[in-house]
Nanobody, 121 residues
């Protein structure tokens, strides 16, 4: 079983910064990709940023130049540094981790519980 625990988020003013973190634990053999998605009220969940094998990173156009994704492989942790926040960034942010378990070498694709990010003055 693989568990994801998110932390960070909260309230920021426009132009401010926040950082969210996600730690993956459990029966993990290897991780192929770690990422962040977000879902605003009344909207579909969308990819924000992802970091994969070889540290290849992809970003949504709306966050390029403002958000930075990084990972600590030794701690199975992914971070999302969010700068120059604006009200359109308000959403629940979900961590997603994909990889292989130690248990029968199964593929896993797990989601965190979500953390609220609110940008408002």
């Amino acid at each position: 079983q693989v568990r994801l625990v998110e932390s960070g988020g909260g309230l920021a003013q426009p132009g401010g910064s926040l950082r969210v973190s996600c730690i993956a634990s459990g029966s993990i053999h290897s991780i192929t990709a770690m990422g962040w998605y977000r879902q605003a009220p009344g909207k579909e969940r969308e990819l924000v940023a992802e970091i994969g094998t070889g540290d290849i990173m992809i970003y949504a156009d709306s966050v390029k130049g403002r958000f930075t994704i990084s990972r600590d492989n030794a701690k199975n942790t992914v971070f999302l540094q969010m700068n120059s926040l604006n009200p359109d960034d308000t959403a629940v942010y979900f961590c997603n981790v994909r990889g292989i378990t130690t248990n029968e070498w199964r593929v896993f694709d797990n989601w965190g519980q979500g953390t609220q990010v609110t940008v408002s003055s």
